[in-house]
C-alpha cells in the first residue's frame, strides 16, 4: 500500500491570502487527486493531478482558485487561492495504486 | 454517472455484537467497489475492496463485505463490534479513473 503524507497537517489563514498544501507518496502512483471534505462529510473531488501537465478539474472548481501541480509521480501541490470563509474544509490528497486508491492524513484549513 | 448511497447516517451497536453498514451502488458496467474508514482527525484508511471474484471479500481489522449483484448492494459487516470501531465508514464506488463516496455512516459501539 502507499504512505502518504501532508503539509501542513492544519493552518489558520486570513481572508484573501493563499495556502499551498504538499502531497508527498512513498511509491510511485498511477494517478493522483485532491478532494475535499467537510468535517463529518463525504469526499468531493477537486482534481486530478496530472504529471507534467495541467490538473483535470471537476465541475464547478477552478484552475485560477485551485492551482495544482505535479511535476513528478510522487509529489503534488494543491493551493487555494484568495481564500474565504467558504474555503474552510480539509483538503485530502490521494494516490492510485494498482486497483486500490491511498489517502493522506488531510489538511485541516480554517479561513477567518 | 456513478452513485453510492448509505441510507443510515448514524448505526448505533454493543460492544460485542454484530455490524452492519449497508452500502447500495449504480453503475455502468462491472462495479469495483471499496470501504474505507475515518477516525476522528485522520484520514481515509483503506478496509477492502471487491474487483472481481467471490462475493464475499474478507478486509482489515476484522471487516468483511458481501457483493450482491441483483440487489446492488455492498454491505459492511463485522461479527463482533468493539468500541475501537467507532468511526465514520465510506463506501465508494469507482468508474473509469473516478472514486464516487456514498454520504458516510457514522458507527458508535457502546461499551
Known amino acids: 500500500s502507499a504512505v502518504i503524507s501532508q503539509k501542513p497537517s492544519r493552518d489558520i489563514c486570513q481572508r484573501g491570502t493563499s495556502l499551498t498544501i504538499q502531497c508527498q507518496v512513498d511509491?510511485?502512483?498511477?494517478?493522483m487527486f485532491w478532494y475535499r471534505q467537510q468535517p463529518g462529510q463525504s469526499l468531493t473531488l477537486i482534481a486530478t493531478a496530472n504529471q507534467g501537465s495541467e490538473a483535470t478539474y471537476e465541475s464547478g472548481f477552478v484552475i485560477d482558485k485551485f492551482p495544482i501541480s505535479r511535476p513528478n509521480l510522487t509529489f503534488s501541490t494543491l493551493t487555494v487561492s484568495n481564500m474565504s470563509p467558504e474555503d474552510s474544509s480539509i483538503y485530502l490528497c490521494s494516490g492510485r495504486g494498482t486497483d486500490t486508491q491511498y489517502f493522506g492524513p488531510g489538511t485541516r484549513l480554517t479561513v477567518l | 454517472a456513478q452513485s453510492v448511497a448509505q441510507p443510515e447516517d448514524q448505526v448505533n451497536v454493543a460492544e460485542g455484537n454484530p455490524l452492519t453498514v449497508k452500502c447500495t451502488y449504480s453503475?455502468?458496467?462491472?462495479?469495483?467497489l471499496f470501504w474505507y474508514v475515518q477516525y476522528p482527525n485522520r484520514g481515509l484508511q483503506f478496509l477492502l475492496k471487491?474487483?472481481?471474484?467471490?462475493?464475499l471479500v474478507k478486509g482489515s481489522y476484522g471487516f468483511e463485505a458481501e457483493f450482491n449483484k441483483s440487489q446492488t448492494s455492498f454491505h459492511l459487516k463485522k461479527p463482533s463490534a468493539l468500541v475501537s470501531d467507532s468511526a465514520l465508514y465510506f463506501c465508494?464506488?469507482?468508474?473509469?479513473?473516478?472514486?464516487?463516496f456514498g454520504g458516510g455512516t457514522r458507527v458508535l459501539v457502546k461499551p
Open positions: 453503475v455502468s458496467g462491472n462495479p469495483y
Open positions: 471487491y474487483i472481481t471474484g467471490d462475493n
Open positions: 511509491s510511485q502512483v498511477t494517478m
Open positions: 465508494a464506488v469507482a468508474a473509469g479513473n473516478k472514486l464516487t
